[in-house]
């Protein structure tokens, strides 16, 4: 049966194992560098002092915790794939948590402020309470209960080095896509971190373009969840691959590793492709790239139903524009304000529209649309 041997073949790529470990035994293998957080993954610790309380609350009142996520490197060293937030929040907790993207003068990472806790529901003394290694005053953990708390343990769940190369990054996105602390392009950073970190660096080099910035005016909070860096994604993306019927979110996530655990797209011809694409919009109508055209002006907001068939059209069509030539700039305008005039285009705008018919309908008409 065809099911029988698809899952045959997919369970041979997971080689896991588990078991309870204390907190004191984690600390001391993070001490000795024996598990791994990648400083990268820092950047998306988010949790407020007050979820991180609630945290160190459940752990003294014996509250189970959810299972953390490691994969086994062939040098036996552990690194964390999912469990950032919980473990971070340990670590800081007890004083021992590194900041990796901070170094002293003879090269060790500075280790960050200890967590000071806040009142919670059910243990309202923990307000200003935090970790001393030698408690003399109220304000600290009593030595009794950072035994205690030291005791406690937390379930391991290990990916063992035996299984497949890809496993790691299946099991960080099955556990975090969703979620409610880290956004769908967050994880797929972090999966790139993972992959190559220094294809995360040039993703990002291309969402922070002065003139990319320009064209997306995107809110603050869509900003802080990097959702700039997911339209960077999404045009490589959809300039390489067709959708085939699938959800946008999981393109995206198979584009992650499709696009740079396979083909070598960190070069500069890419780069130079980029930035002339977001050069001529920005010059043509900067923020109004991709806002609505009614009434002889551009009104509202950001539109990704406008960004995905100028974009792909206009990039697939590069060749033919001359950023120095005033005629092609004024050309491009023109183009966008017209496309608000096809009923092929206005039929499959809007927020009730289906993107898996919407994208590949409305990119074929965009590289119509822009040719010379």
Not at 92 to 102: A, I, P, S
Not at 248 to 258: A, K
Not at 335 to 363: H, Q, T, V, Y
Request: hydrophobic fraction near 40%; glycine fraction near 6%.
């Amino acid at each position: 049966m065809k099911l029988i041997d698809e899952l045959k073949e997919r369970v041979k790529e997971f080689k896991t194992d588990g078991y309870p470990m204390s907190i004191g035994e984690i600390i001391n293998l993070y001490e000795n560098r024996e598990i791994i957080i990648n400083p990268k993954f820092q950047r998306y610790f988010r949790w407020t002092d007050f979820q991180k309380s609630r945290l160190i609350e459940s752990i003294f009142l014996g509250i189970p915790t959810p299972a953390i996520f490691v994969y086994q490197r062939e040098d036996g060293v552990w690194e964390l794939v999912d469990g950032l937030q919980r473990i971070s929040t340990i670590l800081e907790f007890v004083g021992k948590l590194r900041d990796e993207n901070q170094l002293t003068s003879d090269g060790k990472a500075i280790i960050m402020p200890k967590l000071k806790l806040k009142a919670t529901k059910l243990l309202p003394s923990f307000q200003d309470v935090e970790w001393e290694d030698e408690p003399t005053v109220d304000s600290a953990i009593p030595r009794s209960l950072q035994l205690d708390f030291k005791r406690s343990k937390i379930k391991v769940e290990i990916i063992q080095k035996e299984s497949d190369v890809n496993a790691k990054f299946e099991v960080f996105e099955r556990l975090n896509t969703g979620g409610t602390f880290l956004s769908p392009q967050e994880v797929r950073n972090c999966v790139l971190v993972m992959l190559r970190e220094e294809w995360l660096v040039w993703l990002e080099s291309l969402s922070k373009l002065e003139s990319f910035q320009n064209c997306i005016p995107l809110t603050d909070r869509a900003l802080d969840e990097r959702y700039d860096m997911e339209l960077a994604l999404k045009y490589l993306g959809l300039m390489r691959y067709e959708l085939q019927g699938r959800d946008v979110t999981d393109f995206l996530n198979d584009c992650v590793q499709d696009l740079f655990n396979v083909a070598n797209i960190a070069n500069n011809t890419e780069f130079e492709n980029f930035k002339k694409l977001f050069d001529l919009l920005n010059a043509a109508l900067g923020e109004s790239s991709f806002r609505r055209f009614q009434g002889q002006k551009h009104t509202g907001r950001f539109l990704d139903s406008a960004f995905e068939p100028i974009t792909i059209g206009l990039g697939s069509n590069l060749s033919d524009y001359d950023l120095s030539n005033s005629k092609d700039i004024e050309l491009i305008k023109e183009k966008i304000e017209s496309l608000w005039e096809l009923p092929d285009f206005l039929n499959n705008m809007g927020s009730g529209s289906n993107a898996k018919i919407r994208i590949p309908r409305l990119i074929a008409l965009g590289k119509i649309h822009f040719k010379k």
